[in-house]
């Protein structure tokens, strides 16, 4: 059976995708983590707002790049 590794727990792919909270949280941290990569690199970003289309620049996308950049 296929594992995962968060925290350094490691549990099965089952476990995980049978916990919604767990879920979540990783769909959560993977859209920070692009938002933060398209911030970075200077490119905008779509996004679904107030029921529009809209065209976020990358200096109003709204994540906090650390201290090296990243």
């Keep these: 059976m296929k594992t995962i590794s968060k ?3 490691t549990e099965t792919l089952e476990a995980v995708f049978s916990d919604d ?3 979540d949280a990783l769909a959560k ?3 920070r983590d692009a938002l933060r990569e398209h911030k970075r690199k ?3 970003v779509v996004v679904w707002q107030d029921g529009k ?3 976020l ?5 709204p994540v906090e790049l650390g ?3 990243e």
Excluded at 57 to 61: G, V
Aim: a negative charge; glycine letters at 14%; proline letters at 4%.
């Design 7 to 9: 925290n350094g727990n």
């Design 21 to 23: 909270a767990c879920i």
């Design 29 to 31: 941290e993977a859209v």
């Design 42 to 44: 200077g490119q905008s």
């Design 53 to 55: 289309i809209v065209t």
């Design 57 to 61: 620049a990358p200096e109003d996308i």
């Design 67 to 69: 201290e090296d950049g």
